[in-house]
């Protein structure tokens, strides 16, 4: 698998530096605005790299993944009820409880493919969805706020730029994994068994396993998207985190380009930036916002960076 | 090394294959002909493990595998050439090689090496691949993307990965369709070649080829098969001639 130096990676790295500066900025007379905007930005970019490695590279469309956000997100509201405020345990709580989900569900919904897949993650989000909406102690339907931001001990994540470079970190460092992850070979056998699954089983590979391991560390890395949308919004309610969020992810990973590097950063950008501009100048946002999805879908299949590297992809490959 | 004794299998009230026995020996090469609809299909999906037989048992390497699954069939050791090329369209043909050698030789492999250490980074894998595509002439480009390769390359390169995973018997499921005939005839000489340490099970249409390699020959039409034996046996057949040869 070639990774030649592209379009897309040149602005993949500029936005990561851009993104990496932008407090500074805020001292010089940066609207503060503009930094929930991107701490926001870089939540959705973490959720939809995690839904890009099933979605893009292991081929499975999952109508779900809010679920992730859901499990990640309560990891911080349900400690908090009981006055706990250890990060580390939060954190924990999130990437335990969300591999576990995704454990338990993979292993029943990727047996199935195509639109079964689709339909069975959204009634396991949907499940999850519901117990949390029952669950009155925590807030149940009205949401629950969060006293107890996480307490890292050396810093607490209340603080916006704490928060902000804490996210920033998270979002390189699953970026750096997924990187290394889809160029090892447990990459290759994930590539492979999307594009050939035949050909696989005929070659000695179990797929499944390695579609099971790609959904666990796919649901690990959205339920971090919950736990830090949790410290983020400070108040959290299941409708924050309902299958339109899932459905909105999907839109992140395929407007970027899925199976890409970049994607979902690119997809995150665009929808965070977009939806704040078009809602600014109508009320009915929804529907130009739309119809750029649909312009999107129609005129570049590969999303934004396949979009991006378009003149250089004309090039001879040899 | 292959046994297949009584597969029957059928969709529906169609009987697909009926009471199909036949035996692929080491260093043989064992053609199955037959008109299109006979069941030549049915027959190697059985083999390789894609459908299970309503009735009748596999046996391969001593073991009884009508039960096992694809996976399984090919760490035993049989290679299945695909009759529409099912290659990695997508990657580059040094890549669509790695994918079958990394599964032969996975067991050297660290944590490190699964999840972490670039593929493209170790040179071993490299050069088996490469030594690989040199054998049918393929290493000209290792980095082109596979669907820019021509029809014949990509046949070759589907042996080639076929033959990636080391196995000691091979079903041929169509090596030479829609090949030039100088590439067909490079493709007869491997095949010669590979009898040599594989037992082969051959499923072509080009007669010529057929009667050039096959040791044994069983003629399949309508799910049965109504011949079976020594290319000039075969040719000699009266039934074999008007049910099928005669019709060409």
């Known amino acids: 698998m070639k990774f030649p130096l592209k379009t897309s990676i040149i602005l993949f790295v500029l936005m990561l530096l851009i993104l990496g500066l932008l407090p500074f900025a805020s001292i010089i007379g940066l609207n503060a605005f503009y930094l929930d905007l991107a701490i926001r930005l870089m939540i959705f970019a973490i959720a939809a790299t995690g839904l890009n490695l099933i979605l893009g590279y292991g081929g499975f469309i999952s109508l779900g993944h809010a679920a992730f956000l859901l499990v990640g997100a309560y990891s911080v509201a349900i400690p908090n009820y009981y006055d706990i405020d250890n990060g580390w345990f939060h954190l924990g709580l999130a990437v335990v409880c969300s591999a576990l989900f995704a454990l338990l569900t993979g292993a029943v919904s990727l047996r199935t493919r195509g639109g079964s897949f689709i339909m069975i993650t959204l009634a396991f989000a949907q499940m999850i969805y519901f117990l949390f909406v029952s669950m009155e102690t925590f807030g149940g339907s009205d949401g629950i706020s969060i006293s107890f931001t996480s307490d890292f001990g050396l810093f607490n994540l209340g603080d916006t730029l704490y928060l902000y470079y804490f996210t920033f970190g998270m979002l390189l460092a699953l970026s750096g994994l997924i990187y290394r992850l889809n160029r090892s070979r447990f990459g290759y056998v994930l590539t492979g068994s999307r594009l050939q699954p035949r050909r696989m089983h005929a070659l000695g590979y179990s797929p499944f396993r390695f579609q099971l391991g790609a959904y666990v560390v796919s649901g690990t890395i959205t339920g971090i998207a919950g736990f830090l949308l949790a410290n983020f919004v400070q108040f959290i309610s299941p409708e924050m985190m309902d299958w339109f969020r899932s459905a909105e992810l999907i839109f992140m990973v395929a407007l970027g380009g899925a199976a890409t590097l970049s994607g979902p950063l690119f997809g995150a950008f665009s929808f965070v930036v977009l939806e704040h501009i078009m809602s600014e100048w109508t009320l009915y946002w929804h529907l130009p916002f739309g119809l750029f999805l649909i312009a999107i879908a129609v005129f570049s299949k590969g999303g934004l960076v396949k979009l991006l590297n378009h003149r250089s992809r004309r090039k001879p490959d040899a | ?248």
């Open chain 2, 1 to 248: 090394m292959l046994e297949i004794t009584h597969i029957t299998k059928h969709f529906g009230g169609v009987f697909a294959n009926r009471d199909i026995s036949l035996c692929v020996e080491a260093q043989q090469i064992h053609a199955l002909i037959g008109p299109n609809g006979a069941g030549k299909s049915t027959l190697i999906a059985q083999i390789s493990g894609e459908l299970k037989p309503d009735s009748g048992r596999i046996r391969f390497a001593q073991r009884d595998i009508t039960h096992f699954t694809p996976e399984r069939r090919n760490r035993l050791g049989m290679g299945r050439m695909f009759q529409t090329t099912a290659l990695f369209n997508e990657l580059s043909v040094l890549d669509n090689i790695r994918i079958p050698l990394l599964r032969s030789t996975a067991r050297r492999y660290s944590i490190s090496d699964w999840f972490y250490k670039a593929v493209e980074s170790d040179s071993s894998i490299r050069k088996t691949a490469l030594t690989m595509l040199e054998k049918l002439g393929l290493d000209h480009h290792p980095d082109q993307l596979v669907a820019a390769l021509s029809h014949g390359e990509q046949r070759q390169l589907e042996m080639v990965m076929t033959l990636a995973t080391s196995p000691g018997c091979l079903l041929l499921d169509e090596p030479m369709a829609g090949m030039s005939s100088e590439e067909s005839a490079r493709m007869i000489k491997l095949i010669r070649c590979l009898k040599n340490d594989h037992a082969i099970l051959l499923v072509e249409h080009d007669m010529h080829a057929v009667f050039d390699l096959a040791d044994t020959i069983s003629v399949l039409v309508e799910g049965s098969i109504i011949a079976s034996g020594t290319p000039d046996e075969i040719r000699r057949n009266a039934a074999v001639q008007a049910a099928y040869l005669g019709t060409r």
